[in-house]
């Protein structure tokens, strides 16, 4: 694929502007920050001069994510903040582990989505307003701070051998000749339609007139009545089919802190950035005011594919 000029003389000067801002980060020459363009792709009015604000963008992520990962996790597990021992929530997040390439992942994707917030900010204040929506997604990270040797990336796949084409191999690879990576393990899951985050990138979807969402709480006791209705045709081996069926395609990673940790969420006064705790309503069927507050974790954020910035994605590393 041919690099636009305009293009290639951006990706030069943001390879400048982050070796100048963290000399100590090796950032090879053929930088490929646009990469994700096609030749005569419209990229922004004026691409050369939002070149620094993508370089500090992506820098700020970079350093964000190291402070997550090396400050922030630390702390809440020397003051305790997590869970512990028989807590439900324990047993529910042994069932959605992280893996430890997993966690390696999040620290590429959480300052990919950091860096994405910010330059949507940055461009926003600079024209006044709320921008194109992904108008920036399409910009590649392999060669900034930001790059990771593994990656998402369906393009740079390497070609498949002989034998997938008989056997299907332990990683999902190369079962799509078309499309090899998709459904293997250690990439993002696939979208019928767009996200739909709040804020364009991350945070919890709102409702149509801007408030919070009802609690999943309240809207799964409203739907799922506690009644039995016994079947004379399904017996419990349908819903077995169905979790072997389930887990044998798709594990979605939970959120861990430092050493495996389990954040801890409810009436804490410090809180994991991943913490999504569900409110109870006082008439819960069944803890009848006696919690107020469901320990939750969100999915682990997945590194976008094609190393681009842009929308937070879901890891499956079966």
């Known amino acids: 694929m041919t690099l636009h000029p305009v293009l290639l003389i951006l990706t030069l000067f943001i390879s400048e502007t982050v070796q100048s801002i963290r000399p100590e980060i090796e950032t090879p020459n053929n930088v490929s920050i646009g990469e994700s363009f096609e030749a005569g792709e419209s990229y922004t009015e004026n691409p050369l001069f939002y070149a620094p604000y993508i370089a500090r963008a992506v820098e700020s992520g970079f350093n964000e994510a190291i402070q997550l990962f090396d400050t922030i996790e630390p702390n809440l597990y020397r003051k305790d903040i997590v869970l512990r021992g028989d807590h439900p929530a324990v047993y ?22 950091r860096a994405t917030r910010l330059l949507k900010e940055q461009i926003s204040q600079l024209r006044g307003d709320a921008g194109r929506e992904h108008e920036f997604y399409k910009v590649s990270l392999r060669n900034t701070p930001l790059r990771y040797s593994n990656c998402p990336n369906k393009r740079h796949l390497e070609e498949c051998g002989e034998t997938s084409r008989i056997f299907r191999t332990l990683d999902g690879t190369c079962n799509s000749v078309k499309n090899p990576a998709w459904g293997s393990s250690f990439q993002p899951f696939a979208r019928y339609l767009p996200s739909e985050y709040d804020d364009g990138i991350s945070t919890i979807r709102k409702s149509v007139n801007g408030n919070d969402l009802p609690s999943a709480r309240k809207i799964s006791t409203h739907i799922h009545k506690d009644v039995s209705r016994p079947s004379s045709t399904l017996t419990l081996m349908l819903m077995q089919w169905g979790e072997f069926l389930d887990h044998d395609l798709t594990l979605t990673a939970q959120t861990r802190g430092f050493n495996r940790s389990i954040p801890k969420c409810c009436h804490v006064e410090e809180m994991h950035p991943d913490c999504l705790p569900i409110p109870i309503p006082l008439d819960d069927p069944y803890f009848n005011g006696t919690s107020d507050c469901m320990e939750f974790v969100r999915s682990s954020p997945s590194p976008r594919v094609d190393c681009t910035l842009g929308p937070r994605e879901q890891l499956n590393q079966v």
């Open 92 to 113: 529910l997040a042994a069932i959605n582990f992280q893996a430890p390439r997993a966690k390696d992942l999040s620290r590429y994707a959480y300052a990919s989505l």
